[in-house]
């Protein structure tokens, strides 16, 4: 079983930057792939960009060259470097976890979430 809590939302400028972080529990963190998705008001919910266990990383479109992730395995934890935001990429953020994929995009492949942090961007 792992947990995940998401912490570094809030309420931000449009071009301004934020930092999301996503805690772990357990011991085999360094094995599982991680994922950013998010959710707009009214909209479903989507990818926004993976890393493996090995540092690959993959990211959506809308977000290449503004968003970077990284992982501490040392520290059990997952962050989003958000640069660059915009009024769209208001949302609800979820941190994920997958021990059933190297790297994944598609929510079906991650097994654990967690509750989601806001991140609003005004205009």
């Known amino acids: 079983q792992v947990q995940l809590v998401e912490s570094g939302g809030g309420l931000v400028q449009a071009g301004g930057s934020l930092r999301l972080s996503c805690a772990a529990s357990?011991?085999?963190?360094?094995?599982?792939?991680m994922g950013w998705f998010r959710q707009a008001p009214g909209k479903e919910r989507e990818f926004v960009s993976t890393?493996?266990?090995?540092?690959?990383?993959y990211y959506a479109d809308s977000v290449k060259g503004r968003f970077t992730i990284s992982r501490d395995n040392a520290k059990n934890t997952v962050y989003l470097q958000m640069n660059g935001l915009k009024p769209e990429d208001t949302a609800i953020y979820y941190c994920?976890?997958?021990?059933?994929?190297?790297?994944?995009?598609?929510?079906?492949?991650?097994?654990?979430w967690g509750q989601g942090t806001q991140v609003t961007v005004s205009s």
């Open positions: 994920a976890a997958s021990g059933r994929s190297p790297i994944a995009t598609i929510e079906s492949r991650y097994d654990y």
């Open positions: 357990g011991r085999t963190f360094s094995m599982y792939a």
């Open positions: 890393i493996s266990w090995k540092d690959s990383t």
